[in-house]
T-cell receptor, first 110, second 114 residues
Framework: TQLLEQSPQFLSIQEGENLTVYCNSSSVFSSLQWYRQEPGEGPVLLVTVVTGGEVKKLKRLTFQFGDARKDSSLHITAAQTGDTGLYLCAGDQGAQKLVFGQGTRLTINP | KAGVTQTPRYLIKTRGQQVTLSCSPISGHRSVSWYQQTPGQGLQFLFEYFSETQRNKGNFPGRFSGRQFSNSRSEMNVSTLELGDSALYLC?????????????FGSGTRLTVV
């Protein structure tokens, strides 16, 4: 059973469009992290959200942590080809380990 | 500042052999975690070390083991390799354990078992 469900698993859109990726769970997390991974490389941390209801913005990326700290979303405005990659959410249950979602493979077409 | 360094980057082993992978964390980071990434299962937690002590372990068989040295460098060992062990093995470091800070991952070791 996957503890963190990400949707969609695959997303292909045109440059300039907006998109949202969801990360849902029935479990509560002390924090939730979003990573982006390029082929052949390790995941790179984008943001960590800690407080229920928290919203963080990173240029065109907006991250939200659900009020109950069980879900999160990543919204990208005016997507660019450089946003292409595998986006991973990961929940920290406080036991020094992360539980990862299966990932969303995002392709931005020129 | 140097990132997390994993060696080797690529490895091909025969079924039944054993393998040792190495991870050097960012200077000052005392926590090192290991993850296995496969297309079918995604990223799965193997174990985490802090100050040479294993603090947490994932649901992997005893063939998977690790250790951490006094300089925080870590190694993981897989004995009696199976075809299903083929994966990208990722090491991640953090100052204390990742809560509220996030992890820095290395580029991984791509292990192929034939």
């Amino acid at each position: 059973t996957q503890l963190l469900e990400q949707s969609p698993q695959f997303l292909s859109i045109q440059e300039g469009e907006n998109l949202t990726v969801y990360c849902n769970s029935s479990s509560v997390f002390s924090s939730l992290q979003w990573y982006r991974q390029e082929p052949g490389e390790g995941p790179v941390l984008l943001v960590t959200v800690v407080t229920g209801g928290e919203v963080k913005k990173l240029k065109r990326l907006t991250f939200q942590f659900g009020d109950a700290r069980k879900d999160s979303s990543l919204h990208i405005t005016a997507a660019q080809t450089g946003d292409t990659g595998l986006y991973l959410c990961a929940g920290d249950q406080g036991a020094q380990k992360l539980v990862f979602g299966q990932g969303t493979r995002l392709t931005i077409n020129p | 500042k140097a990132g997390v360094t994993q060696t080797p980057r690529y490895l091909i082993k025969t079924r039944g052999q054993q393998v040792t992978l190495s991870c050097s964390p960012i200077s000052g980071h005392r926590s090192v975690s290991w993850y296995q990434q496969t297309p079918g299962q995604g990223l799965q937690f193997l174990f985490e070390y802090f100050s040479e002590t294993q603090r947490n372990k994932g649901n992997f068989p005893g063939r998977f083991s690790g250790r951490q040295f006094s300089n925080s460098r870590s190694e993981m060992n897989v004995s009696t390799l199976e075809l299903g062990d083929s994966a990208l093995y990722l090491c991640a470091s953090s100052v204390t354990g990742g809560r509220n800070y996030g992890y820095t991952f290395g580029s991984g070791t791509r292990l192929t078992v034939v």
